[in-house]
C-alpha cells in the first residue's frame, strides 16, 4: 500500500461522508432555502474531495489533469447554479420558513 | 425569457466561462475517431454555450456575435462542407465519400487523405448541428415575434 | 485488488444516495424543490461515473463524457431557473 493508495483513500471516504450529510439535509430541513444551503455547499465540497482522490490515484497522467480541470469547473460552476435558483425562488415569493409556525 | 439578466454574479461567470465551453467542443469534434464525440456531440455542446449567451445577456450583445440570420447561413455552409467534400470525391474518378482518392490532390498516403476527409466532415456536422440547436431554442422562446428589451 | 473493492463500495453507496434524493424529486412540495434535487443527482452520477471508468480500466474515456455531463447539467439549471423568473414578472 503505496502513499498514494493511502492518501486517495483518504479522500474519497471524506468526500462520500460529505455526500452523506449533504442527503441528510435535502431529505430533513424544514424549508426550500435551508435545503439549498445543505445540497449548495455539501456537495460542491464533496465533489471536490472525491475528484481529488481520484486523480491521486492515478498519479501524474494527462488524465489527472483532466480530472482536476473538472474539479476547478465544478467548483466555479456549482454555486452559481444555486445562486440563481435562489434567486428565482425569491422573485417568485417564496416565504423562508420561521419558527414560530413551528411552535403553534 | 431572453432578457438581460441583472445579476452581476451570473453575467461574470458566463462571460468566463463560454471561451473555454467553446474549446472543449472543438476539442470534442477534433477527437471523434479516438474518443467519444464526433460531429453531432460537439455540435450539441456549441449549441449549448450560445445558448448560455443568450439567456444571461439578452439579444442585443448576442446578435454582435452570432445572430439568427447567422444561423441560417451557418448551417447552409455547414451542409456545403459536407456535401462539397463527398462531390469533390465523385470528381475524383471514386464513390460518394471514397475520401482515398483526395490523394492525388493533397499529395499525401491515402491513408491520411481518409483521415483529413473524415476530420472535414465532422467540421462541417459540427457547424450545422450548432446553427440548428440556436435556431429551435431561439423560435421556441419568442414564439415567433421578436424579443422587446433592445 | 483493495482499491477495486474499495471503489466498487464507494460507487454502490453512492447509489444508494442517489435514491434517497429521488424521494425529494417526487414528492418535493413545488417545483423548486424538484430542480434542486435534480441538480443535487446530477453531481452525484459524475462521480459514479468516474469510478465505473476506474472499474472497467478505461478512464481516459470516462473523462470526457464526465465533463460533458458536468456542462449540461449546470447550463440545464440555469435555463430552467431563468424560466421559473420570467414566468412569475409577467403575470
Known sequence: MSVSSVLSILFMIGGFFF?????????????????????????TLAVLLALIGISIHEGITLNALKILLIAV????????????????GMRRGLEPWTKKEEEQ | MIHVSDDIIIRTLARILVPFIQLYALYVI???????????????ILGASMV???????YGET????????????????????SGIGTLCLVFFGNFLDYGK??????????HARSLGILGVELGVGFAVMAVMFSIFFDISTSGELPVDE | MVMTTFFLGIGVGLCILVFFVLYRVVFGPGIFNRVAAISAIGTKTLVILLIIGYLYDRIDMFV???????????????????YLEMEGERK
Open chain 2, 52 to 58: 448560455l449567451l443568450l439567456i444571461t445577456h439578452g
Open chain 1, 73 to 88: 469547473f465544478m467548483f466555479l460552476a456549482q454555486p452559481t447554479a444555486t445562486h440563481a435558483i435562489s434567486k428565482a
Open chain 2, 63 to 82: 446578435k454582435v456575435r452570432f445572430s439568427e440570420r447567422g444561423a441560417v447561413i451557418f448551417s447552409s455552409i455547414g451542409l456545403l462542407i459536407y
Open chain 3, 64 to 82: 470526457d463524457i464526465s465533463m460533458v455531463y458536468a456542462l449540461l447539467n449546470f447550463i440545464g439549471t440555469l435555463a430552467v431557473a431563468k
Open chain 1, 19 to 43: 455526500f452523506f450529510t449533504a442527503t441528510a439535509g435535502l431529505l430533513r430541513f424544514p424549508d426550500f432555502y435551508t435545503r439549498l444551503h445543505a445540497t449548495g455547499k455539501g456537495d
Open chain 2, 102 to 111: 483526395l490523394s492525388t490532390l493533397l499529395q499525401v498516403v491515402p491513408a
Open chain 2, 30 to 44: 477534433m477527437h471523434g475517431h479516438y474518443s467519444p464525440g464526433g460531429g453531432f456531440q460537439g455540435g450539441v
